[in-house]
Each structure stands twice: as structure tokens, then as C-alpha cells.
């Protein structure tokens, strides 16, 4: 969240002898929210397919310069070595920003790439982390940024470094029972079905996660920090949208929090018939 004080931590953990890498970000709350590393073998099969996304896109230019051949055979390949830089580079720049984080093969994958304190990802990091695929690409097949990433924790390669950013697994998993959760309770902000599309449009799945996480373990939290936290939480979601002060009225932060999980987990779900005094969740 952007007014937390997160410090990060590296975890390791065996699972059914598989060692695996956690990125932990703990808030100034005292709360840990783990992220699962991705790891050397999926991120190349990832790069692979970019790769040939690359190769495809850069053969239709190439047989559109071809044309140009008939003018100046130096010329049509000067061009296709500039497009070809420029389609490598700007490829990953344009499907991480557009896909928050992801590429072709981080989304069949399920990979993203995220910012290493768990805020959102910013162009200028997007920017500088493929631009530096320029040296991690050295001498040849990603062998300098390959061999950066094995000697690291948080596997990351030098544009990950420059960029402050590391690459994380979203795995599918199976949602919790939020029907089950929300039973019976009546969303004011369900009124407002134009602002609830555009929350879950400038959402990402990580700040999702949080939200969720943190409705999931409030049992779990002290009552000081549980209420430091949801109201930190909600202050970062009354920056994403602005719901009518209507729909606000007489909701705790935590209630307001569990609207939110209910709008984004539950989409087509149907608003409940208002009661006189069901005004929140709770």
C-alpha cells in the first residue's frame, strides 16, 4: 500500500521437497503478506514464449520491408535490424503496462512482475527493467541476467535490480467461500454498479489479494493493529474510486473493506433487497 512502511524479508521453505522462495512484506502494522518467488526454470520457459512472440511480430515486419528491397537491399535490412530492436524492446514494455506486470508467457504461466516493497508497479520501473534486457541479454540467450538471477534470493536480474522489482508466481487458486461469507448481507456500494466496474478495472490482482487476505485474517490480528490496518487498506482503496458518500455512510473501515472483497471476488453477484437498518455487511 502506498502509505505503508513495509520492510522486506527473504523466506525459504521445504514443500514436498521442493524448496521454495517467498518474498515477505511485512507493513508497519506488523502484518506479513507473502509472495511466492518464480523460479529460474518457469521464467525461461516464459522467455521462450516472448521470444517467439517477438520472432512472430518481427516476421510480419520483415515482410513488409521486403518491400523496400526493390529500392535499396541495404536500406529494407537496416530497417528490419531497427524494427526488430525496437519490437524486442518495446514488446515487454507495452504488455507489462498493459497487463500490469505480465507478458504473454507470464500470463500462461502466471507470472507478473511486481515492485519488491508490494506497491504498484510504475512505468518508469516497467521502462528501465526491459531496457536493461539490453546487458542481461549478454554475451547471448539472457546468460548475464540468467546467471545474476541463480546467485540471488530473490532471483533478479540486473533490470530487476535497476527497476527494484521482482517476478512472482499466481498460481489459480480456489476462491474461498465468499458466498458463504458474505450471506445475507446487504453492499451499499452494489447501488453503484458504474464505480464498482471501474474498481475492478484499476485494481490488481495483488492489491485484491491484500484486501482479501486481510478480511480472511482479521480474526487473527490484534485489535490495534486490525484497526490500523483496515484503516490503512481503506484509505488506499478511497484513492482508487470514489463511491458516493451515501454508499459510505455508516461504515466502518472494515466494512468497507468487505464490500470491496464482495464487488471484486463476486462480480455478478446481485445486490440483496435493502432492509431498513441493513446499511453495511455487518
Excluded at 526454470?41 to 516464459?46: E, G, Y
Excluded at 507470464?106 to 516493497?117: E, P, S, W
Excluded at 489459480?172 to 458504474?194: A, E, H
Excluded at 485474517?217 to 493493529?225: E, F, L, Q, T
Amino acid at each position: 500500500m502506498n502509505k505503508s512502511e513495509n520492510t522486506i524479508t527473504d523466506n525459504s521453505r521445504e514443500a514436498s521437497g521442493i524448496r521454495e522462495r517467498t518474498l515477505v512484506i511485512r507493513t508497519s502494522e506488523g502484518i506479513d503478506f507473502s509472495m511466492m518467488l518464480a523460479g529460474p526454470v518457469t521464467r525461461a520457459l516464459a522467455w521462450i514464449i516472448d521470444l517467439f512472440c517477438i520472432l512472430v511480430l518481427s516476421s510480419f515486419t520483415g515482410k513488409f520491408l521486403s518491400i523496400l528491397s526493390v529500392i535499396s537491399d541495404d536500406l529494407s535490412k537496416a530497417l528490419y535490424l531497427l524494427c526488430f530492436f525496437v519490437i524486442s524492446i518495446g514488446y515487454g514494455i507495452v504488455t507489462e503496462w498493459y497487463w500490469r506486470g505480465q507478458t504473454v508467457g507470464k500470463r500462461l504461466l502466471h507470472l507478473a512482475v511486481v515492485d519488491v516493497q508490494g506497491l504498484r508497479l510504475q512505468f518508469s520501473q516497467i521502462l528501465v527493467r526491459n531496457l536493461m534486457r539490453i546487458i542481461d541479454g549478454l554475451p547471448g540467450l539472457y546468460f548475464v541476467g540468467g546467471i545474476t538471477a541463480l546467485i540471488n534470493r530473490r532471483g533478479q536480474r540486473l533490470g530487476d535490480f535497476a527497476a527494484n522489482t521482482v517476478v512472482i508466481r499466481t498460481p489459480r487458486i480456489t476462491d474461498p467461500d465468499l458466498d458463504q461469507l458474505m450471506s445475507g448481507k446487504f453492499n451499499t456500494l452494489r447501488d453503484y454498479p458504474y464505480a464498482g466496474a471501474r474498481l475492478r478495472q484499476c485494481v490488481t490482482p495483488q492489491e485484491a489479494g491484500v484486501a482479501l487476505q486481510a478480511i480472511l485474517r482479521r480474526d487473527s490480528i490484534g485489535p490495534h493493529a486490525r484497526v490500523e490496518l483496515f484503516e490503512e487498506i481503506a484509505a488506499h482503496f478511497h484513492s482508487k474510486v470514489q463511491f458516493p458518500e451515501e454508499a459510505l455512510h455508516g461504515l466502518t473501515n472494515e466494512q468497507y473493506i468487505r464490500n470491496i472483497v464482495d464487488i471484486l471476488y463476486l462480480p455478478n453477484k446481485r445486490s440483496l433487497l435493502r432492509t431498513p437498518d441493513s446499511k453495511s455487511i455487518d
